[in-house]
C-alpha cells in the first residue's frame, strides 16, 4: 500500500469561530494523537482529505502527514461530516507504526450469486463489516466473499473469509456473516416434490 501524503498546518486558534473560517476556506480541522505523544492540533485542505478518504483503500489509507517540516505517520479516524451537506467538520489521525498492529474496520462485499436464491432461498446478511488487526500497511480497503457456491441452507462463517497473512479477524470463527436461510415450509428439493404431488393429484382426480 502506497502512502497518502498530506499537508498539515498547526493551528494554536480552537472553537466553532476559528474552525468556521478554516472551512470557509476549504480546510478541516483536526488533532493528532497516539503512541504516547502529546495531542497535535492542525488543519489540512478538506479537497485533499476527501480525495483520499474516496480512493481505493479509503478510510484505511496510510497517511504520511507533513506538519511544517515532520512527517507523521497515520490512519484517519473518527471522522464527522455535516449532517446534510457532507462537508467534512473534523478529523482525529492517530498515529501508527510500520511495525505494529491496528486495529480498523473492514467493510465485507459479497460476490456472485447464491444459486439458492433461484430455489427460493432468502440470501441473510449478517455482518457488513468486521474488525481486523494488521500492521498499517497490510489493512485490506475491503474483503470479497463469493457466495456463488452457496445452495439452500448453506452458511458462511468469520473462520470461512479468505485474508491475507498478517490479518486477523477479531471476531469468534464461528460468528454468522451470510446465509441462504430456508423460508418456512420449504426443504431442499420440496418446491418440486410439491409440484409433481399436485400433478399428481391433478390426474387423479381427471
Known sequence: MTDATLLATNRTSRGSGPAGRMR?????PAV??????DT???SVSARELDRILHSDTGVNSLISLS?????????????QRHATRGILQHVDFIRVRRDTAVSAEVP??????APGTKQGGKLEQQLFTVTVSAKPDKIPSSIDIDISGLELG????VADIPVSDGVVIA????????????????TDGEGAEGAEGAEGAESAEA
Open 32 to 37: 493528532i494523537y497516539g503512541l504516547g505523544a
Open 40 to 42: 497535535v492540533t492542525i
Open 108 to 113: 465485507l462485499h459479497l460476490v456472485g450469486e
Open 67 to 79: 506538519v511544517e517540516g515532520e512527517e507523521v505517520l497515520a490512519l484517519a479516524r473518527q471522522i
Open 171 to 186: 471476531l469468534p470463527g464461528d460468528a454468522l456473516v451470510v446465509q441462504v436461510a430456508v423460508p418456512r415450509g420449504l
Open 154 to 157: 448453506d452458511q458462511i462463517h
Open 24 to 28: 470557509n476556506v476549504g480546510d478541516v
